[in-house]
């Protein structure tokens, strides 16, 4: 079994009644994809083809997600757990306003910000486990995340670039104390 497969199998012991399925088969992924090119201007054009989505219980995956290596699976597994747990935490009300509410919806959305930074968070930390923690610290991925926020993927939920380097930067900081302190 994959490293991702493993990762799967341990989330539906965690999650009863996890289900996973393909963005492709449903109709409401392709809903939530004509409604998100039109108020991004056309600016998020991959949720179907690049972005996995978690909703309450449920993991949407886009197309050629098995065309993914399995450590890249894992990696946004990883991600996506972060996800699972915030809609148990606040469940599914909850996380929606949260989420879609503050402060507006586009542009200076702090909660979906402080949402999202909680997952890529651990997309750092699943990045460094995997692949070591130079991997973490690719300035690439660090760009990737940054553009995340401050770009139309999410509705440029926090459009300060140097804001979220600071997020990035405390974490690969901490993940740096907390290989230190394992190596002792």
């Known amino acids: ?5 493993e990762y799967r ?9 996890l289900r996973v399925i393909d963005k492709a088969d449903d109709r409401f992924s392709r809903l939530v994809d004509v409604a998100l090119r039109a108020i991004t201007f056309g600016g998020q054009g991959a949720f179907m083809t690049r972005y996995v989505t978690t909703i309450g219980r449920t993991i949407y ?4 997600w098995a065309d993914r290596t399995p450590e890249s699976r894992y990696v946004t597994l990883r991600h996506e757990a972060v996800h699972l747990r915030q809609f148990r935490r606040y469940g599914r009300v909850g996380t929606a306003l949260i989420y879609l509410l503050p402060i507006v919806p586009m542009g200076l959305a702090w909660g979906r910000a402080r949402l999202e930074w909680e997952a890529y968070a651990e997309t750092l930390r ?9 991997a973490a610290r690719d300035p690439d991925l660090h760009r990737y995340i ?3 926020f401050t770009g139309p993927a999410y509705g440029w939920m926090w459009p300060f670039d140097a804001a979220v380097q600071g997020w990035i930067d405390r974490a690969i900081s901490e993940l740096m104390v907390e290989r230190a302190a394992r190596a002792h």
Do not use: C, Y
Not at 1 to 5: A, G, I, P, R, T
Not at 9 to 17: I, P, S
Not at 61 to 64: E, F, G, K, N, Q
């Open 1 to 5: 079994m994959s490293l991702d497969e």
């Open 9 to 17: 199998a341990q989330l539906r012991e965690e999650f009863d009644g």
């Open 61 to 64: 995956l886009p197309d050629r």
């Open 126 to 134: 699943a990045t460094a486990e995997v692949h070591g923690i130079e």
């Open 146 to 148: 940054r553009e995340q």
